[in-house]
């Protein structure tokens, strides 16, 4: 079964760097017929897609929300099965919970698999 | 850029019919944009309903469909259920991997 775990520092101060990681298990993040994302939901609002990773060929692939991807960088570990997000510059507005979650079907077009979530709070 | 439009909330009354809407801000949603829908309950991750415009996940009731109705992506849900009440995002895919989320409608069963 397809299990997802975000993992990383709970609070981070601006203007540093956020880092999180998903851990993947029941499934290899080397196979090429998924994609894996970041999405996060800051408090009392909705779902932001944040970015996606790709691993074919031996090479991996990043895709990012043009809005975030000047201060996002999202790198995956084949060797730990495991991938993770870089927020730079991170202000009160980065504050939200942080899933990882797996793409799959036709163009990767939907979310079928979902980590419980990581709660970052951006604070002095 | 293009926004994804949801209704931010809808009401529905236990056993009855309602239908939720996702629509771009400008153009149209077809098949094309491969829309599925998520439920979310409220300290939990997003459950999986519908993908490939009309697919129901694994284990997702029969009560709730999906389909295009003239412009827009829609998910229905027919006989609601007291459980039902949550918040519903849609994701569109915008082709170029971009994918986009609405901003979801709250769903109140009363």
């Known amino acids: 079964q397809m299990q997802l775990q975000e993992s990383g520092p709970g609070l981070v101060k601006p203007p540093e760097t956020l880092s999180l990681t998903c851990t993947v298990s029941?499934?290899?993040?080397?196979?090429?017929?998924?994609?894996w994302g970041w999405i996060r939901q800051p408090p009392g609002k909705g779902l932001q897609w944040i970015g996606s990773?790709?691993?074919?060929?031996?090479?991996?692939?990043?895709y990012y929300n043009p809005s975030l991807k000047r201060r996002v960088t999202m790198s995956l570990d084949t060797s730990k099965n495991q991938y993770s997000l870089k927020v730079r510059s991170v202000t009160a507005a980065d504050t939200a919970v942080y899933y990882c979650?797996?793409?799959?079907?036709?163009?990767?077009?939907?979310?079928?698999?979902w980590g419980q979530g990581a709660r970052v709070t951006v604070s002095s | 850029q293009t926004v994804v439009t949801q209704e931010p909330s809808l009401s529905v009354s236990p056993g009855g019919t309602v239908t939720l809407t996702c629509g771009l801000s400008?153009?149209?949603?077809?098949?094309?944009?491969?829309p599925s829908w998520y439920q979310q309950t409220p300290g939990q991750p997003p459950r999986t309903l519908i993908y490939t415009t009309n697919i129901r996940s694994s284990g997702v009731p029969g009560r709730f469909s999906g389909s295009i109705l003239g412009n827009k992506a829609a998910l229905t849900i027919t006989g609601a259920q007291a459980d039902d009440e949550s918040d519903y995002y849609c994701?569109?895919?915008?082709?170029?991997?971009?994918?986009?989320f609405g901003g979801g409608t709250k769903l109140t069963v009363l």
């Open positions: 979650a797996r793409q799959s079907g036709d163009y990767w077009a939907y979310f079928d698999s």
């Open positions: 990773l790709h691993y074919s060929g031996s090479t991996s692939y990043t």
């Open positions: 994701v569109l895919y915008m082709g170029g991997d971009i994918w986009v």
């Open positions: 400008s153009g149209s949603v077809s098949t094309g944009y491969y």
């Open positions: 029941g499934g290899s993040i080397s196979s090429s017929s998924y994609y």
